[in-house]
């Protein structure tokens, strides 16, 4: 009873001001949702955001009390983060991939082309989260990697310092299997709108997981026998690009050209079907280059910006060169060649863009521009492979181009010695690509097959090989094969 006495007037004062404090609860919210009416749409918005700032920063004040930041934890920090973004810039590249295939190919083969984009990025980041980073990155032997498979090794595994000094080894991953997606992904223009879905996913499979992952060893694991002798591809030019475009140009030619493309001995124009998703593909690949070749520094730092310029300039003089050079040509500026001569500058300048000069930069892309145009028509015309969106051209050529331009215009390596050492890079790279290539390719064809058959090839590829159209109700021009 003494008990229940003393807790008696405690009880009967909060009931007796409940009333009270929700009143003055309520008229607080009232207050609060008036003044959020008054404020225009941009500024609500930025309260949520807000909100999660408040909440990182209180986190990061709490983990400081714990554990000061210091100067290199701060900077491994920042480097972590930038590459993080790098990363997503990459991996976006495969929506410009989309748009820019989609669009150079034929309305009755968009999906097919869509779903080969989509779905080989994925099998690229198992395939390489299995075995492909542990063959690139695992060791430091001179020809390939035997150790680190799922992830499972240590930073000194991949070549990597313990964090903050290097990277964690969950974002040099991210970043590099965007990579091997995107040399995957460069096989799928060259052999669109005739290859069966199937025959691809294994061929991308097998060119991530085995082909490019070893060959990557070569050039940019410490001990690689590439690297050990000074071969110099800081972004990719030969590791990506020519290895995408040895595989594509073999997966081309083997395949066969597509029906009605010559006749008569003649090769006959096949459009695309919608210029304006292949010229949106090619704005993101721009945009995307800007986490492939400045994030390729793997480092916050002063060199980040100066990358980002080459890149941009030889884009730009690509452009300029190849809609001037096709002008002249053909007597009319054609777009798809403005399109090609952007990629073409910026696979060109891929491999030396962190040393070279500005005006080196905008020679590289100009050069690329110019020859794009003239590879396009070689491959057309005069080797007769079918390319449907020039990935040959642009990636196998200007991969070699821009290689190449390392001995002519590095700021500090340029000379007779440094040209040979590219040289041999390229002929190594690319005998040991075509190899591999044509065995996995011929044993494609005599197993399961690779291409489609004829009436599935003039029917489209989204009906016979998906079972869905794209443009589903849209009148189809059935005057083009």
């Not at 063959?135 to 990697?145: E, K, L, T, V, W």
């Not at 970043?175 to 040399?183: H, L, R």
Request: charged share 10%.
């Amino acid at each position: 009873m003494k008990f229940k006495s003393k807790l008696q007037p405690k009880s009967t004062g909060a009931s007796a001001s409940s009333p009270d404090l929700f009143g003055k609860v309520e008229e607080a919210f009232s207050l609060l949702r008036q003044a959020i009416s008054k404020l225009s749409p941009n500024w609500v918005a930025c309260i949520p955001l807000t909100a999660i700032l408040v909440v990182i920063w209180s986190c990061a004040a709490t983990a400081a009390e714990d554990e000061p930041l210091t100067p290199e934890k701060v900077q491994g920090l920042l480097n972590t983060i930038w590459v993080l973004i790098a990363s997503i810039l990459v991996i976006f590249m495969n929506a410009g991939f989309c748009m820019l295939e989609t669009g150079f190919c034929r309305q009755k083969n968009a999906v097919n082309v869509l779903s080969k984009n989509l779905i080989v990025f994925a099998l690229a980041t198992i395939v390489y989260w299995a075995f492909g980073f542990a063959f690139m990155f695992g060791g430091d032997g001179p020809f390939m990697g035997f150790s680190g498979f799922f992830l499972s090794g240590e930073p000194a595994t991949y070549g990597l310092s313990p964090f903050p000094e290097g990277l964690p080894i969950a974002v040099f991953f991210l970043f590099q299997v965007a990579f091997a997606g995107t040399a995957a992904t460069i096989v799928s223009g060259a052999v669109a709108e005739r290859i069966q879905y199937n025959a691809f996913l294994i061929f991308s499979v097998l060119i991530v997981g085995i082909s490019y992952s070893i060959t990557g060893h070569w050039v940019w694991r410490s001990g690689g026998w590439l690297n050990s002798m000074g071969f110099t591809d800081f972004a990719g030019s030969t590791v990506v690009h020519t290895v995408g475009g040895w595989a594509a140009l073999m997966g081309a030619a083997i395949l066969g050209p597509r029906l009605g493309k010559y006749q008569d001995g003649q090769a006959t124009a096949i459009p695309g079907h919608n210029m304006s998703i292949a010229t949106l593909g090619c704005l993101i690949l721009w945009i995307g280059w800007f986490g492939f070749n400045p994030g390729s520094q793997l480092a916050v730092d002063e060199l980040v910006p100066y990358i980002a310029v080459t890149t941009n300039l030889a884009a730009a003089a690509g452009g300029i060169t190849s809609t001037v050079t096709s002008w002249l040509k053909d007597g009319k500026p054609d777009l798809s060649m403005t399109i090609n001569g952007i990629l073409a500058g910026l696979v060109a300048i891929t491999a030396g863009c962190h040393n070279v000069s500005y005006l080196s930069a905008v020679i590289i892309g100009a050069v690329g521009g110019i020859l794009v145009v003239f590879a396009v028509a070689i491959f057309d015309t005069v080797l007769k492979i079918d390319d449907p969106v020039g990935a040959t051209s642009v990636h196998l050529v200007n991969g070699i181009w821009g290689t190449l331009a390392v001995g002519i215009f590095d700021m500090d390596k340029a000379g007779i010695g440094q040209f040979g050492i590219q040289l041999l890079g390229i002929l190594s790279v690319g005998g040991f690509t075509v190899l591999l290539s044509t065995v996995f390719w011929v044993v494609l064809k005599q197993t399961i097959g690779i291409r489609v058959s004829p009436e599935e090839e003039k029917k489209g590829l989204d009906i016979g090989e998906h079972g869905m159209e794209a443009y589903s109700g849209f009148l189809k021009d059935t005057s083009i094969l």
